[in-house]
């Protein structure tokens, strides 16, 4: 078992060929979105579940990335609020990446930038 699998028990692992089905082989049509180190897919799942793939940029000179990854899984992994995406699941394989469910109000960031400060208290 994986340190994953350990400690986010109720979280989906993908594989790869799921996610890239989803993604049209991360088509660049699908790109929604771009964090600081990850670029994110819009897809869709075979049971029509629409879903967002945050895919962690290859940068290997940079170590925290990986860790911020593993941190953003802990994190997210435990939010619920009806403004954020949840967080479906996780790849690890040919890089990292994290799976969302679609949102049309983007990520938790836009969502209170964009409905204003009494969002954060809602
Ligand atoms: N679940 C989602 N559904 C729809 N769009 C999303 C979702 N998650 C992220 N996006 C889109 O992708 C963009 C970038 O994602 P996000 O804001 O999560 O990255 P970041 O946290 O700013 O940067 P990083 O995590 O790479 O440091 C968002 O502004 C939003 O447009």
Redesign the pocket.
Known sequence: MSKIEKHQPLLKCFSYENISNATNEFHQDNL???????E?Y?GVLCDGETI?V?RLAKDNNDPNKEK?FLM?LGVIGHVCHANT?TLLGYCIENGLYLI????QN??L??ALHGYGEEALYT
Not at 32 to 38: F, I, K, L, P, T
Not at 100 to 103: A, G, H, I, L, Q
């Open positions: 929604v979105g771009r964090g600081g180190y990850s994110v819009k967002a945050k911020e953003e995406a969302f469910n679609y949102s983007g990520n960031s836009t």
